[in-house]
């Protein structure tokens, strides 16, 4: 018994210390820092050269979400093989869903591409509520911003003003941003793209570019020579001049259809904050892409 | 007159709709997996043979999950086992309420698969080969899965350690099947992981368990899991390492001697592509009486070797090669397909 309330009086002896966010995505842990400042401590699961579809549930997570006073996640079905159990085995009331400790933004952000009815595990790995990867859009991380810092002001009144008043500087920054990024991907001429997976369909339709398709003929199943073979004749047909491959997938199917359509600029991006060495940021994650389509123009 | 049934019967009918719809987001996550396997070995046109050849059906399972209230989560896991070639029956795997908001420590009570080692903690469908290791069978028969409750606490140490205690009725048919009341078998489990690197976990955990078996006498039951996993942190769907190395050994009291076993098991899991795994296995186990200078009177060896095919997380075929050597002159050889699939809202496995 007293081994009992040992443990439960640790678990309660950093009530006071400054707030604990853990996120589930690197690009979540860059904005809840970005509200945070020096007035909480924030960290991520996923890093940013992973699948955030495929983590696994390491225990030694649930020690990370165990301390935490706030979880911050996708949602949107995103982190479902991996968020549960970790959740479960940190035995953190705090962080259970439905409780303050537990924020979900993916459905306060007008997710895009939900199903209609009918969809069955023979589409692929299809999300019931929506493509998942809403932060490759900046506005929408903005508004991911504002629901963090009001959570986290929830959770931490007295340091609520700081972190509202950060979220809302960071949606600033990030809408000024975006007006330059768009006229930017604006003067490439760009309008359709071809990607691997649906990763960057939030950034397309952002900057008014078409996915004319996937290397995967359904999402999250691997590419096959008949389809490989549609998407070098929609290439060429549809004088396609880009092939984003998300750095996270093997390259080389991207390099059958180069082989094939010499013109086309095949590139492997990093699509998250961490996805390579010089993303260090949300900026530089989409300055890498407007580049990208720069080069490709 | 009219306006008011026309009233009564939209009213009804809108009452129904949302108390249905509302009722629905109360299901809890259902799904069924299902096991089929097709065999062929030097043993198995044996009419007796545990491991008959052709096609034989697995296993079903239906696993049911729920959160009950604010305070408690429901599992039910009910497996249908064919019994005879025309009969199958349906076993209660699982079933119990796990606590959710006590801090530090998850209580469980009902029906469960208890922590003596990792391999008994998992469902079939989630067997890193097509059967069991050689210790477990032949310590546990099919496992030790009881009725009672569970502690697990979350220690609070710099790398993830818990400790599980447990205390289940004994009805396992071959350790602990002391007719008595209240003949309660109780365990505990020290399990440590270890973040080495962002690509590489070491874990390691100890087991103890302690009841009464049918000789009245006490049954004791022991044994270690040690696994490294390695999956790197670019490309990291590619590939994958994982070896595993666990020892379990028990002794069975009896009059005049009482029976020791012992047994090992390693193996290694390759993931050399996004749907692909290969895998190598080999086991000992012994059983002695009392009378160590005779020896041990059961000695098993075995050796496997895996491919799988995984066409997603929902789907998995498997084809397993088994060399088995004991007491007969002829060692058994075998090759054993099997299929897998999963329907429905599957919840997430344990790593």
């Given amino acids: 018994m007293k081994f ?48 955030p579809h495929f983590i696994e549930a390491k225990p030694s997570f649930m020690v990370t979400l165990n301390r935490a006073d706030l979880v911050v996640a996708i949602g949107l079905g995103f982190e479902n093989a991996w968020l549960d159990g970790i959740v479960k085995g940190s035995r953190n009331p705090k962080i259970g869903k439905g409780s303050d400790g537990y924020l979900e933004v993916g459905t306060s952000v007008d997710p895009i591409e ?27 991380d903005g508004k991911i911003a504002i629901l963090i810092g009001d959570r986290m002001a929830k959770l931490d009144s007295g340091n609520g003003k700081y972190f509202q008043d950060n979220a809302k500087k960071f949606q600033k920054d990030l809408e000024d941003k975006t007006k330059l990024w768009e006229a930017r991907m604006k003067k490439t001429g760009i309008t359709k793209a071809i990607t691997y997976h649906k990763t960057l369909n939030y950034f ?22 008949n389809h490989i073979i549609e998407v070098i004749n929609k290439v060429k047909s549809e004088n396609i001049k880009l092939i984003l491959i998300e750095n996270f997938f093997d390259p080389k199917v991207g390099e059958r259809i180069k082989e094939e359509v010499k013109t086309v600029l095949l590139k492997s991006v990093p699509v998250s904050v961490g996805g390579d060495d010089k993303i260090k940021s949300l900026d530089d994650l989409f300055e890498n892409l407007v580049k990208t389509f720069e080069e490709a123009k | 007159m009219k306006h008011f049934f026309l009233f009564i019967v939209l009213f009804s009918h809108e009452a129904f709709a949302s108390s249905t719809a509302g009722q629905s987001a109360f299901n809890p996550d259902i799904s069924v997996n299902g096991l089929f ?24 399972e239906m696993q049911f999950t729920s959160d009950i209230d604010s305070y408690m989560r429901g599992n039910a896991l009910l497996s249908v086992g064919q019994t005879t070639s025309q009969q199958f029956d349906i076993t209660p795997e699982e079933i119990y309420l796990e606590s959710l908001t006590i801090p530090q420590v998850t209580i469980k009570a009902g029906r469960f698969k208890t922590a003596i080692n990792k391999h008994n903690m998992l469902h079939t469908h989630a067997y890193p080969f097509i059967d069991a290791p050689l210790a ?14 569970s502690a697990a606490f979350l220690i609070p140490v710099s790398w993830y350690m818990d400790l599980t205690v447990q205390s289940v009725r004994g009805n396992n048919p071959t350790m602990f099947n002391n007719s008595s009341p209240n003949a309660n078998v109780n365990l505990a489990r020290l399990n440590n992981l270890w973040d080495m690197s962002d690509e590489l976990t070491a874990e390691f955990a ?14 004791k039951i022991w044994g270690s899991d040690l696994i490294f996993k390695w999956r790197p942190s670019i490309m990291g769907t590619y590939h994958a390492i994982k070896w595993t190395t666990q020892y379990l050994a028990g002794v069975k ?34 059983r002695l009486n009392g009378n160590a200078l005779a020896g ?4 098993k060896r075995k050796s496997s070797a895996l491919v799988s095919f995984d066409p997603s997380e929902f789907s998995e075929f498997r084809i397993q090669y088994d060399h088995l050597r004991d007491d007969q002159q002829i060692a058994e050889q075998r090759v054993t397909l099997q299929m897998n699939f999963v329907m429905g809202a599957h919840p997430a496995h344990s790593y």
Wanted: glycine share 10%; no cysteine.
């Fill in chain 2, 206 to 219: 100890v087991s103890y368990g302690q009841g009464k078996n049918s000789n009245d006498m006490d049954s």
């Fill in chain 1, 204 to 225: 397309l339709t952002r900057f008014n570019v078409e996915n004319s398709g996937t290397l995967e003929p359904k999402p999250g199943v691997p590419p096959t020579a």
């Fill in chain 2, 296 to 299: 041990p009177f059961i000695v």
């Fill in chain 1, 114 to 140: 939900v199903p209609a009815a009918g969809f069955t595990r023979a589409d692929g790995d299809v999300h019931p509520e929506g493509n998942p990867h809403i932060t490759l859009d900046p506005i929408r």
């Fill in chain 2, 136 to 149: 477990n069978t032949e310590l546990l028969g099919d496992d030790l899965t009881e009725p009672g409750v």
């Fill in chain 1, 4 to 51: 009992l309330i040992a443990i439960i009086l640790f678990s309660s002896a950093n009530a006071f210390a400054k707030l604990s966010v853990v996120t589930t995505t690197a690009d979540l842990a860059y904005i809840a820092g970005a509200v945070a400042g020096d007035k909480a401590s924030v960290q991520s699961i996923a890093k940013g050269t992973q699948d």
């Fill in chain 2, 253 to 286: 009291g009896n009059n005049p001697d009482s029976e020791f076993s012992k047994g090992i098991t390693t193996f290694l899991q390759y993931q050399f592509d996004q749907r692909w795994w290969v895998q190598g296995r080999t086991e000992y186990f012994d």
């Fill in chain 2, 37 to 60: 396997l097709d065999r062929n070995g030097n043993r198995g046109n044996d009419a007796n043979s545990a491991n008959p050849n052709g096609f034989a059906f697995q296993e079903a």
